[in-house]
């Protein structure tokens, strides 16, 4: 890949942040090959929230993004506006006839995908964060709650501590931590348990508050909630898996003096105005998943029916500490983070899926 998009925590005990290049080791690596993509048609049917969300469907847009510097593939994209509009996208690009790959980015296309891949079996389809069991589809599933493991521990070391970093600091107070949600769902549930579990392992004592939003889509939302768990329940750090409702997450950050952790992308890039509040994002590899897709189909090498799996070994999960505040982090604590991945890697830490 040719563009450096992001900086990832790379190696044991590593001080900073190291810049790698497009696509991390593990899932993805192999790329490059002969095909060419010029006459290579991609339809993208985006998650609820839409563009711009700067997280989730941002991610998988540098995925096709790529796919067209690298080997100049056209792409159309949908965005719909409530889950019920995903049948009807789904199925505009399909009876068209003119897609070689039809991408569903998020687990609420599950039900109108289920319908819709048996109905074209000569459509390939994608399907992001679920499994279709269909000879036509490829599903990506991701290990969020190993991810959100990490930066739970990060999360419960820090809390315990006294830490300050930009204009923020930890409440000696009190340790707590919270988790806000977009949507309650198995999906996100994944990341609060695996984030909870993370806390748990890094300090027992540490208090773990949850709650959802309902939407992804409603930062005043995110907003409201975060300062809650700022303000009354003395949180200090706060992890939101909750697209574009999290920027509310950001925003009471900054507001109290305390610290967020954002999610899907390196948000201390893509919403750099709260870079200062930011220690760190627990990044899905998203934009991989859709680069290699459409990159099997260029090499006439697309396989339906298979379900890729992701975790921390794979890289299709990673830790990416904040641009502006990674690097106040202590040594220490990244060296714990970095011990506690390779203990999930090589099984030792079993880390839970549902809270």
């Known amino acids: 890949m040719a563009r450096d998009r992001r900086r990832f925590l ?18 993805g690596e192999e790329e490059g090959g002969d095909g060419d993509g010029d006459g290579v048609n991609v339809g993208m049917v985006y998650a609820t929230g ?56 998020g687990f609420a296309q599950l039900d109108a995908l289920s319908g819709n891949a048996p109905e074209y079996p000569d459509q390939n389809f994608i399907l992001i964060d679920d499994v279709l069991e269909e000879e036509n589809v ?22 315990t501590m006294e830490f300050e970093a930009g204009e923020s600091e930890t409440n000696t107070d009190a340790s707590t931590v919270g988790f806000v949600g977009g949507v309650e769902s198995p999906l996100i549930q994944k990341f609060e348990a695996g984030f909870a579990a993370g806390v748990e392992h890094a300090d027992g004592d540490a208090d773990v508050v949850t709650s ?7 930062t005043a939302g995110g907003q409201e909630t975060a300062l809650s768990m700022y303000q009354d329940q003395e949180a200090d750090i706060v992890f939101h898996a909750a697209g574009a409702t999290g920027v509310g997450v950001f925003q009471a950050a900054e507001s109290e003096g305390r610290f967020a952790i954002g999610v899907d992308a390196d948000q201390s890039q893509t919403e750099e105005g709260f870079a200062d509040v930011i220690l760190a994002s627990m990044v899905k590899q998203v ?3 859709v680069f290699t897709a459409i990159e099997s189909v260029v090499n ?34 990244k060296d714990q983070i ?10 030792e830490i079993d880390v839970p899926e549902e809270p």
Request: proline letters at 1%; hydrophobic letters at 35%; aromatic letters at 10%.
């Open 10 to 27: 790379s190696g044991a005990g590593a001080a900073g942040l190291a810049a790698l290049a497009g696509c991390v080791g593990g899932f």
């Open 212 to 218: 959802y939003v309902g939407d992804f889509n409603d």
């Open 287 to 289: 934009d991989t998943a």
């Open 138 to 159: 490829r599903s990506y599933v991701f290990g969020e709650h190993e991810g959100s493991f990490q930066v739970g521990h990060l999360a419960g070391l820090l809390t």
């Open 300 to 333: 006439d090498e697309f396989d339906g029916g298979e379900v890729e799996e992701l975790g921390l070994e794979d890289d299709g999960v990673q830790t990416v500490y904040g641009e502006s505040i990674g690097d106040e982090i202590p040594d220490d604590v």
């Open 338 to 347: 970095e011990e506690s991945r390779q203990a999930i890697i090589d099984g």
């Open 50 to 105: 839409g563009l711009g969300d700067n997280s989730f469907n941002d991610m998988a847009r540098e995925g096709v993004l790529q796919a067209e510097e690298e080997y100049d593939i056209s792409f159309s994209e949908s965005e719909p506006d409530t889950e019920g509009e995903f049948d009807g996208a789904q199925r505009d690009f399909a009876e068209s006839g003119e897609y070689d790959l039809i991408s569903c980015i």
